[in-house]
């Protein structure tokens, strides 16, 4: 299976921006959508959090109620890339970020059956 591959996290105060890509080779073929994905420090793998999904063909996307309005993911096909846009920033965001891909039927609102993950990126956000 395709290997998916995350960039750009870092350490922002909070209101600030930053923009993850995930980067995975023959997405577009495999894949139906794209997701982003949250583990809290602390936290279990079973308590990962969706947050944000774009669908490969046209682009439609969804999201969680905790980052909507705030964050933006979009998708760049001839690039292979899904991108993560994290804008006003707040200390409850800082996680470990991971993109995710699901090759089954993708329905809106669900963060399930994403089966192909990325090795995850931190971004920490402080006052």
């Known amino acids: 299976q395709a290997q998916l591959a995350e960039s750009g996290g870092g350490s922002v105060q909070a209101g600030g921006s930053l923009r993850l890509s995930c980067v995975g080779r023959?997405?577009?073929?495999?894949?139906?959508?794209i997701g982003w994905f949250r583990q809290a420090p602390g936290k279990e793998r079973e308590g990962r959090e969706g947050i944000a999904v774009v669908y490969l063909s046209g682009g439609r996307t969804y999201y969680a109620d905790s980052v909507k309005g705030r964050f933006t993911i979009s998708r760049d096909n001839a690039k292979n890339t899904v991108y993560l846009q994290m804008d006003s920033l707040k200390s409850e965001d800082g996680a470990i970020y991971y993109c995710a891909a699901k090759d089954r039927f993708c329905y809106d609102h669900d963060f399930t059956e994403f089966g192909t993950w990325g090795q995850g990126i931190q971004v920490t956000v402080s006052s």
């Open positions: 023959g997405i577009l073929a495999k894949y139906n959508c």
